[in-house]
């Protein structure tokens, strides 16, 4: 089955013979109301001294009805075929030619106007005819100059009064007619896309107003002054009961066919903008309650119908930003979980660590564990900060974590281990302009030694809590991902009792308030020597909290990632690694 037709059927309801018949009897009621009007017009409209006949009254209008009857159903059978085929072959499960398809969509949004244009092309014909019918039909033994004048005078009432007739029988073609296409177009146009249909008639809302208001209210007030002006001239030479009784039937009857019109077309007009907008209040009402699975048919290529399609496209839009939020926040809980969900807990030492997104996803991550389990004395600590942050920034720090575990547990010489993840690193980001910086400590707790490479971030602070001075743990090394061939410098000095490493990310120190002001080194440097007698996880919490106090209302612009060491005294070689 074609994927229309799957469409089809799960939107679409499956179409009756009533739904083809309905289109050939509008034709019929159409005419009919055309006749009428017609008929009313030659018996009410008679210029004083004029008699008419019942062949000219009645006999000529219904035959020239039921004349155009059987023209306009015979076009409608002919325009009907290629719409009729193609709802066949979709219902039957068959794939539609897109010549075929064309063709079909072309037909069902120009069928109201070709059919409405053919109707009045038909009454002008019949009327002009009618027109030249009635300037012959005067007896010869009138004088020739009575004759001009009134033989000119009847085939300019004919001529307009079957135009009328005409008019109002395109009108409700137009109209009534386009209100049943609205329900047949979805099937044609299965994935909407019907407003820039090439080639197709479109009536825009404004033009259909003035349509509307000049087919309800200036047409039929300016036919009833007229007829009523030419009805007035009677009354010199007709008995004044008799012009009065006719003027009220007049009256009444204009009313009935004024008012049943006015009906009719605003009725088939309002449901043309009322349901459009009524359907697409629902959809918005299941959005915002969640379902995002809502569309609406397209039944139109005017203003409506565009607004339709604009809807179903944003809804695709909000459908694709709802996966990619799932993605990202499965992406999130993924890179989440790659950080320690539990620091270790280490005899002698005390260790805090925390690493807060601007993103859903980010580049910034944290790491702490044993290399080597056969020497639970040296543990590594790694902070790194990949350049930018989202999905792309988080691949590459999952790729850099799982490379620095693996290549630092093979060897014990901190410089060659960057060294190796850096060349690796370098084939994956190579092409995406992106690059990783990182500081990576080696803490050995039995020699009280601490051993560090910088790969071009900024430095780690280490307290002295006798001096109170802080010492900044530079070092030379180019960021991961920028040169494979890049060389790496270890660093190694001796740590004692109180003293507090914080490895941190420049997300904590650019951090900018209302102002523009950076929250800067100096005051992480302050606040470390404010409070150095607490644990690492208040210390942490510190640090943390006066950035946030300093940023205020601004919106986080980068990640933050921050871990505090305090070296204790070391009574028990004991520890604890998850």
């Not at 002054?225 to 009256?251: C, D, G, P, R």
């Not at 690493?355 to 790694?382: A, I, K, M, Q, W």
């Amino acid at each position: 089955m074609t994927d229309n037709a799957s469409v089809l059927q799960i939107r679409l309801p499956a179409l009756t013979k009533c739904d083809w018949r309905s289109f050939g009897m509008l034709h019929v009621m159409a005419n009919a109301i055309g006749a009428a009007v017609c008929i009313f017009y030659f018996n009410y409209f008679v210029p004083a001294g004029v008699s008419i006949s019942l062949g000219e009254a009645f006999i000529v209008p219904t035959v020239v009805a039921v004349i155009l009857i059987a023209i306009g159903l015979r076009f409608q059978f002919h325009w009907e075929k290629t719409l009729m085929a193609y709802i066949n072959r979709l219902q039957s499960g068959l794939d539609v030619p897109d010549a075929m398809r064309r063709s079909a969509q072309l037909r069902i949004l120009n069928l109201p106007y070709i059919s409405a244009g053919i109707t009045l092309m038909m009454w002008t014909t019949a009327s002009v005819l009618m027109a030249l019918w009635h300037l012959t039909e005067y007896p010869k033994e009138t004088p020739l100059s009575k004759v001009t004048d009134m033989a000119l005078d009847q085939a300019f009432r004919v001529l307009s009064g079957t135009f009328l007739s005409g008019v109002a029988t395109a009108a409700i073609i137009l109209f009534v007619m386009e209100t049943l296409c609205r329900r047949l177009r979805p099937y044609f146009f299965t994935s909407g896309d019907m407003v820039k249909t090439p080639g197709a008639y479109h009536l825009k809302l404004r033009a259909r107003m003035l349509i509307t208001f000049f087919l309800t209210s200036v047409l039929p007030l300016g036919v009833m002054a007229h007829i009523f002006y030419h009805k007035a001239t009677t009354m010199v030479l007709s008995n004044s009961q008799n012009v009065v009784h006719e003027m009220f039937s007049l009256t009444l009857f204009l009313a009935v066919i004024g008012i049943s019109g006015s009906i009719v077309l605003s009725r088939h007009f309002a449901l043309s903008i009322v349901d459009p907008i009524q359907e697409m209040e629902n959809a918005m009402n299941r959005v915002e309650h969640g379902d995002l699975t809502v569309s609406v048919l397209v039944r139109s290529n005017d203003e409506l119908g565009l607004m339709a399609e604009n809807f179903n496209k944003m809804m695709e839009v909000l459908r694709e930003r709802y996966r990619i939020r799932q993605s990202l926040n499965m992406a999130m809980e993924v890179q989440q979980n790659l950080l320690p969900r539990e620091i270790p807990r280490i005899q002698g030492i005390d260790i805090a660590g925390a690493c807060h997104y601007c993103d859903e996803t980010g580049g910034d991550f944290f790491d702490v564990y044993v290399p080597d389990l056969s020497c639970p004395d040296r543990f590594s600590v790694v902070v790194g900060d990949v350049s930018d942050h989202g999905i792309p920034s988080a691949l590459i720090m999952t790729t850099a974590r799982a490379l620095l575990r693996m290549r630092s547990s093979m060897s014990d010489d901190v410089s060659q281990t960057i060294s190796d993840v850096n060349r690796q690193l370098c084939r994956d980001v190579e092409d995406s302009g992106r690059f990783m910086t990182l500081f990576y400590a080696e803490v050995d707790r039995s020699e009280l030694r601490l051993r560090w490479v910088n790969a071009g971030h900024d430095p780690a602070f280490l307290l002295d809590p006798d001096s109170g001075e802080v010492h900044e743990l530079k070092g030379v090394g180019m960021a991961l991902g920028v040169f494979d061939s890049a060389a790496y410098v270890p660093y190694e000095r001796e740590i004692t009792p109180g003293q507090i490493l914080v490895i941190g990310t420049d997300g904590i120190w650019e951090t900018h308030n209302p102002d523009g002001e950076m929250f800067g080194k100096g005051r992480l440097k302050a606040t470390l020597r404010n409070f150095q007698e607490a644990p690492a996880t208040q210390i942490l919490g510190h640090i943390l909290t006066a950035a946030d106090r300093f940023r205020q209302s601004s919106q986080a612009e980068d990640d933050v990632t921050l871990v505090v060491i305090k070296i204790q005294e070391m009574t028990v070689d004991t520890c604890n690694f998850p």
